[in-house]
């Protein structure tokens, strides 16, 4: 093991290890979650079967054998790791069917809309920076105030107004329940104004700090156009930053969707989220919490090993 | 000093700090007015409306916005503006309510770590690093599935979803001030460990921490009244302004105005705690 371990480049060496942290990650939001539904007040069997539902005593016993809660808490934490190593995301009670073929079912929508949304944003906060940055101050700060209300905005309430303008009253777009591309448009607005809000004053700042950095002065001085530094340089400089904030970002588009859905009434995991959080089936939220865990570390771990090898100054100190 | 403390340490605070806030600028003043006007609201609302929040009138059901109903009627002839206005303190204090939740609650967290020794502190911020990974609302709905719904669980929920940041905000910066001078002398004159702690270092962490609850309550804000709109916020007939978009939503096409404006005091309310916490912010790097 510890020979092995020289032998591979500074950047896997730094890849592996955090990817290790990543495991540890996934491993104590497991706990946290399975340790706070165990130690709170109420009786599991409840949060199993649903509220409202009723069960006789003899089928309370059965689904608390099957559960495994007659067992001591340590073993059905041990119980739960290996189910959850082996990719078994467990049953839902109340839906009566497996966790983990729910969620494969509505995983597709709910990515076609987080990456419509992001897509959407990316384009419109780097229009909105680089037609507003280092203009004058009546320009930037009608840009600011724009971003400061996309960004307050909250993605139900810009849902609603979408709604009642574009296919209630202007009748240019379906309605809830839609599919189809259409059907995708104002959920992915509601969605994405407001993360591009954020994204452009992020990349408007960087723009406008990037001005008078030394390579800009290289360029300029090499006869380049405006235009041609811009996209060759400025903006590849300005959409760097934009990398330690996947996590962030990828954190927004969940918890939105979650709520987009619900307006739009489409399909997709934040609908589950929902209506498994109102119904309180327990085994759906924890299967969700570490799905999406997951998808965090995975995409965090990423930005940290790839960010290095995209930005040369972050050599020296991101992998030694 | 104090610039050091709460200097922003990520591009999305960084982000905050830029932006057109000048010291007096009239976007602040408004922003300000606001925020009075909003405290009158909260407390007197008898001041603003003759109208019972809860009176139904199906005969004057649906109606849109016209000189008796300011804002229209919802589906069992309720007045919007009345339910708005009454729904002003809920929306408010739940937000408010897990502020104080959170900060609190991080403000222990924070300074258990920074004063605990090495072990305590790994374990306690190697948990708020996992808790730090959830986006606020997931969080929140975690503690909802856990407690169940209603004003006081979604406010509760909301606070523990704050902690994990408040809590690395409060043990970085007693960290810092644990090294200081001042607590250095304090030490050698013999003063308890706890005392310090108290008299020293939790208020000088009071500060950003202020600043970060004020930036923090827009959002929070908005998590309530989504937690609302997804059907698990107060229970009926009291409504939040998120359970008054929820009300309306299957109302859009023949009634907007239901949904509509309880949506934008949602709005009006998130951009004034914004500017205003982000002034503290600027004011506080100064």
Known sequence: ?320 | MTSALIAPADPETAALTTGPLRARSPLLGTAAALLVLLAVVLAFPGLFTTHSPDATDVAAALRPPDGRHWLGTDQLGRDVYTRLVYGTRLSVLIAVGATLIGVGGGALLGLVSACGGRRVDFVLMRAVEVLLGFPELLLALLVVALLGGGTLNVAVALGIAGVPSYARLVRGQARLLLRSEYVEAARVLGVPGWRTVLRHVLPNVGGPLVVLGSIGLGSTIVSGAGLSVLGLGPVPPDADWGAMVADGKDFLQTAWWISVFPGLAVTVVVVTTTLIGRRLQVGAVR
Do not use: C
């Not at chain 1, 709170?40 to 009723?54: T, W, Y």
């Not at chain 1, 966790?99 to 995983?107: K, M, P, T």
């Not at chain 1, 809000?197 to 700042?205: D, E, N, P, T």
């Not at chain 1, 001005?211 to 959409?239: C, I, M, Q, W, Y």
């Open chain 1, 1 to 320: 093991m510890r020979a092995s371990v020289p032998a591979l480049p500074p950047w896997a060496r730094f890849a592996v290890r955090r990817a290790a942290a990543g495991v540890a990650v996934v491993w104590g939001t497991v706990t946290v979650t399975f340790f706070a539904i165990h130690l709170a007040p109420g009786d599991i069997v409840d949060g199993l079967i649903g509220p409202g539902a009723s069960a006789t005593p003899a089928l309370r016993r059965q689904i608390a054998a099957e559960a495994g809660l007659d067992q001591p808490l340590l073993v059905q934490y041990g119980q739960e790791l290996r189910q959850l190593a082996s990719g078994d995301l467990g049953w839902s009670y109340q839906l009566g069917q497996p966790i983990g073929r729910l969620l494969s079912s509505q995983v597709w929508p709910t990515v076609q809309l987080a990456v419509a949304a992001l897509t959407t944003a990316l384009v419109l906060a780097v229009l909105a920076a680089v037609l507003t940055a280092g203009r004058g101050r009546a320009v930037r700060g009608a840009a600011a105030l724009t971003e400061l209300l996309a960004v307050s905005m909250p993605s139900f309430w810009l849902g609603i107004i979408l709604l009642t303008v574009f296919s209630y009253n202007l009748h240019v777009l379906p309605a809830v329940g839609a599919d189809g591309p259409a059907g995708l448009v104002l959920p992915t607005l509601s969605l994405a104004l407001p993360l591009a809000g954020l994204l452009a004053q992020v990349i408007r700042h960087e723009l406008e700090t990037t001005d008078g950095k030394p390579f800009v002065l290289t360029a300029r001085s090499r006869g380049l156009g405006e235009r041609a530094l811009l996209l060759r340089h400025t903006l590849r400089h300005a959409l760097l930053p934009l990398t330690t904030l996947a996590g962030f970002i990828l954190g927004g588009l969940f918890g939105g969707a979650v709520l987009v859905e619900n307006i739009f009434t489409r399909p997709g995991l934040g609908r589950i989220l929902a209506s498994a959080v109102g119904s309180r089936d327990l085994p759906v939220v924890t299967a969700l919490v570490v799905l999406s865990s997951t998808v965090f570390v995975i995409v965090n771990t990423l930005v940290d090993v790839v960010h290095p090898l995209i930005d040369p100054r972050l050599r020296e100190e991101g992998v030694a």
